[in-house]
């Protein structure tokens, strides 16, 4: 079983409107969390990065959330844009062993005009 | 795709032969990184380099080699033991073995017929 799962698998939303990713980890202990933005046939580009005594943290538009005690993180999105379009990847990094990171199936976002 | 080229971005190839994926990095990174992946599933860790000269095997690594005789460089091959090679390979690099930011390369797309 996957030590990250994240839901929706997929999500349609129309332009100019929020949504929410979802993401549900096993790792432990945790040391990090890490939401990437990947375009179609691209490389993944980091949006924002938790540790454990983080709860929030916002780049522009996205806003991330961590609940280190539920082992949830949760990725909004305002005011959603074309350019939103793609997958959205969670990763959680275990402590002690860096090279332990754990990568999320992916949620992928398409927003229609 | 923060000074990490990969080439080709396409490569094509004929079942049996090996092939050579090619990973450069000029920021000086120490860690870098070899993924694959699939539709559906999270990245998956083929091998990793903390270090010139050294290198370990991640979750994948049957059917794969590399080497690291340079900082900037961390080459793949998919050699002709790999059972499914078709896939999107992506190479990633961190400052140092203990840093939460990865930075990630564009991809290759294998096909293998």
Same mark, same amino acid.
């Given at each position: ?113 | ?50 270090? +010139?000269?050294?290198? &370990? %095997?991640?979750?994948? #690594?049957?059917?794969?080699?590399? /080497?690291?005789?340079?900082?900037? *460089?961390?080459?793949?091959? +998919?050699?002709?033991? &790999? %059972?499914?090679?078709? #896939?999107?390979?992506?190479?990633? /690099?961190?400052?140092?073995?203990? *840093? ?14």
């Amino acid at each position: 079983k996957n030590q990250v799962e994240q839901s929706p698998q997929s999500l349609i939303i129309l332009e100019g409107k929020n949504c929410t990713l979802q993401c549900n980890y096993t790792v432990s202990p945790f040391s990090n969390l890490r939401w990437y933005k990947q375009d179609t046939g691209r490389g993944p580009v980091s949006l924002t990065i938790m540790t454990f005594s983080e709860n929030t943290k916002s780049n522009g538009r996205y806003t991330a959330t961590l609940d280190a005690d539920t082992k949830q993180s949760s990725l909004h999105i305002t005011a959603s844009q074309l350019s939103d379009s793609a997958s959205y990847i969670c990763v959680v990094s275990g402590i002690g062993n860096n090279n332990d990171m754990r990568f999320g199936a992916g949620t992928r976002l398409t927003v229609k005009p | 795709d923060g000074g990490i080229t990969q080439s080709p971005k396409y490569l094509f190839r004929k079942e049996g032969q090996n092939v050579t994926l090619s990973c450069e990095q000029n920021l000086n990174h120490d860690a870098m990184y070899w993924y694959r992946q699939d539709p559906g599933q999270g990245l998956r860790l083929i091998y990793y380099s903390q270090i +010139v000269n050294d290198f &370990q %095997k991640g979750d994948i #690594a049957e059917g794969y080699s590399v /080497s690291r005789e340079k900082k900037e *460089s961390f080459p793949l091959t +998919v050699t002709s033991a &790999q %059972k499914n090679p078709t #896939a999107f390979y992506l190479c990633a /690099s961190k400052t140092t073995r203990d *840093s939460y930011e990865q930075y990630f390369g564009p991809g290759t797309r294998l096909t293998v017929t």
